[in-house]
């Protein structure tokens, strides 16, 4: 089965700091991953996927299927990056139908 | 509507009591799912709708819970004899289609039993 590792509950960096939230995988078929975030009291939400290579809000995230993980970064944090911070694993589980498995996330403090 | 709106936004109930919540999704998306967070855990999959059927219920923890999307829109989850660890926050997303659409979430139905 499936599964989304989320080392850490909590990363407190200060503001202007680099940043990496850690996400490991187990999938045995071809991975394809995301980033969702949820700031303070608001909607869970997309943040980025790893097919379109791009970066959002100065994030980026690379797949490495040798380690299996796809950390998220961004070289200077600022405070509106603080939130909570999902990895996501989507998988197709037959009749058209994909699910994302989640990681427990990672909640990201950053420090004026 | 702008987004996926779910009501209501809050359910505190007994043991043993049923409850529904229900979801509203974008207008014009097809593809309708159902997730649970935990309190400390990521959502977990419960349910997927694609039109008015569920394409795949295999994440349902038991036949206490049902879903239904009668005329492929509103959605309605549906929970018989509450128990203390149905308490959760209840997700509903949305997406233009199945597959590999962007999924958009509902700001959730938070459940608890008492």
């Known amino acids: 089965a499936q599964r989304v590792t989320q080392p850490e509950k909590l990363l407190s960096v200060f503001k202007g700091a680099p940043v990496e939230l850690k996400c490991n995988y187990s999938?045995?078929?071809?991975?394809?991953l995301f980033w969702y975030v949820q700031y303070s009291r608001q909607r869970l939400q997309l943040l980025l996927r790893?097919?379109s290579r791009e970066s959002i809000k100065g994030f980026t995230a690379d797949l490495n299927k040798g380690e299996t993980s796809f950390h998220l970064k961004k070289p200077f944090a600022q405070e509106e990056d603080s939130a909570m911070y999902y990895c996501?694993?989507?998988?197709?589980?037959?009749?058209?139908?994909?699910?994302?498995?989640f990681g427990k996330g990672t909640k990201l403090s950053v420090i004026p | 509507g702008a987004g996926v709106s779910q009501t209501p936004s809050n359910k505190v109930t007994e043991k043993g009591k049923y409850v529904e919540l229900r979801c509203d999704p974008i207008?014009?998306?097809?593809?309708l799912y159902w997730y649970r967070q935990s309190l400390g855990q990521g959502p977990e999959f419960l349910i997927y709708?694609?039109?008015?059927?569920?394409?795949?219920d295999s994440g349902l923890p038991n036949d206490r819970f049902f879903a239904v999307r009668p005329e492929g829109s509103v959605s309605t989850l549906k929970i018989q004899r509450t128990e203390r660890g149905d308490s959760a926050v209840y997700l509903c997303?949305?997406?233009?289609?199945?597959?590999?659409?962007?999924?958009?979430f509902g700001e959730g139905s938070r459940l608890t039993v008492l």
């Open positions: 997303a949305s997406s233009r289609t199945g597959g590999s659409g962007e999924l958009f």
């Open positions: 999938y045995s078929g071809s991975p394809e």
């Open positions: 790893h097919i």
């Open positions: 996501a694993l989507r998988t197709y589980s037959g009749a058209g139908s994909y699910q994302l498995t």
């Open positions: 207008s014009g998306h097809t593809a």
């Open positions: 709708f694609q039109g008015t059927g569920a394409a795949d």
